[in-house]
């Protein structure tokens, strides 16, 4: 099992391009989710999706949205890039049902750079 | 909504030293706290976890304690190895509903 994985890996934009991070999971997952990564912030959840067609917003939604068309992808969409959405962002899943959310697994991250 | 602050930003010590990192949170309804280690260029990923109907789990040379009292749980390490070097995030969760709230992470060195 490849478990969770990212692509790209690393991406430099510069303002007002536009640009889709795509995860993908072989878990099986109901439950997939994208954080954002800042030094001393911690990891922020942007969307995250409940099951295959469902998405919903996290604590910073702005500037980004998301699909899941299949069960195993998650795609992130930034349509005009900002420098402030330099980051590493990084996808995970997890299991649904009473404590689904519990245990996620993330990807290796993609670290995208705005100029 | 939930908060979670973490102490301390980072963290050296020496190997074989012990390493204790602390977090608070803000939500009573919260019953669920994994902490998760990231390694370099990698994703985080789970160490280990308590609920809160225990106060203290351990697991070889990491443990981890709850009150629940005082909103706080905390991240022991013993006997550190160079290869505990990484960023540690603690989280917690009410798991009816709730999401996943991460600390801001500490930066654990382990000199040899």
């Known amino acids: 099992n490849a478990g969770v994985t990212q692509t790209p890996k690393f991406r430099v934009l510069k303002t007002g391009q536009s640009m889709t991070l795509l995860c993908a999971q072989d878990?099986?997952?109901?439950?997939m989710y994208w954080y954002r990564q800042d030094p001393g912030m911690g990891l922020r959840l942007i969307h995250y999706?409940?099951?295959?067609?469902?998405?919903a917003k996290g604590e910073v939604p702005d500037g980004y949205n998301v699909s899941r068309l299949k069960k195993q992808n998650f795609l992130l969409g930034l349509e005009s890039a900002a420098p402030s959405q330099t980051s590493v962002y990084f996808c995970?899943?997890?299991?649904?049902?009473?404590?689904?959310?519990?245990?996620?697994?993330f990807g290796p991250g993609t670290r995208l750079l705005v100029l | 909504g939930e908060n979670v602050e973490q102490h301390p930003s980072t963290l050296s010590v020496q190997e074989g030293d012990s390493a204790v990192i602390k977090c608070t949170y803000s939500?009573?309804?919260?019953?669920?706290f994994p902490w998760y280690k990231q390694e370099l260029g990698k994703g985080p990923q789970l160490i280990i976890d308590?609920?809160?109907?225990?106060g203290e789990k351990k697991d070889q040379r990491i443990a981890v304690t709850l009150n629940k009292t005082a909103k706080h749980f905390s991240l022991h390490i013993t006997e550190t190895q160079p290869e505990d070097s990484a960023v540690y995030f603690c989280?917690?969760?009410?798991?009816?509903?709730?999401?996943?709230?991460f600390g801001q992470g500490t930066e654990l060195s382990v000199k040899p």
């Open positions: 995970a899943s997890s299991y649904s049902g009473a404590g689904g959310q519990e245990t996620q697994y």
């Open positions: 878990m099986n997952h109901e439950y």
């Open positions: 999706s409940v099951g295959e067609g469902t998405t």
């Open positions: 939500d009573s309804a919260s019953n669920y």
């Open positions: 308590i609920r809160s109907n225990v």
């Open positions: 989280a917690a969760i009410n798991n009816q509903g709730g999401k996943l709230i």
